[in-house]
Nanobody
Framework: QVQLVESGGGLVQAGGSLRLSCAASGTIFSINAMDWYRQAPGKQRELVAGITSGGTTNYADSVKGRFTISRDNAKNTVHLQMNTLKPEDTAVYYC??????????????WGQGTQVTVSP
């Protein structure tokens, strides 16, 4: 019943920008936190940024000052504005929703991922 769909990934040169979006569909009452993770080949999936329902944000040290996470609670949507991109930002970026409240339960969900590639 709940699905997360990411969009906005692509190819960009170092120093460029991309804006990722993730929309949660279904009959959702509320979402506690929405996060962005990323995973490069051969590496562990890592938390990039997160935001609570109240708007509190946190970022990985590697992206502080370059990335901005935001959300629209009414639309159950989260965004990640990525500026001054570096080749080391290259990865598949995944949306994660924690504490998704529906009529039947509270659960956690992952999106399918969107590829971000940054060339030198």
């Amino acid at each position: 019943q709940v699905q997360l769909v990411e969009s906005g990934g692509g190819l960009v040169q170092a120093g460029g920008s991309l804006r990722l979006s993730c929309a949660a569909s279904g009959t959702i009452f509320s979402i506690n936190a929405m996060d962005w993770y990323r995973q490069a080949p051969g590496k562990q999936r890592e938390l990039v940024a997160g935001i609570t329902s109240g708007g509190t944000t946190n970022y990985a040290d590697s992206v502080k000052g370059r990335f901005t996470i935001s959300r629209d609670n009414a639309k159950n949507t989260v965004h990640l504005q990525m500026n001054t991109l570096k080749p080391e930002d290259t990865a598949v970026y995944y949306c994660y929703a924690n504490g998704v409240r529906t009529s039947s339960r509270v659960g956690d969900y992952w999106g399918q991922g969107t590829q971000v590639t940054v060339s030198p």
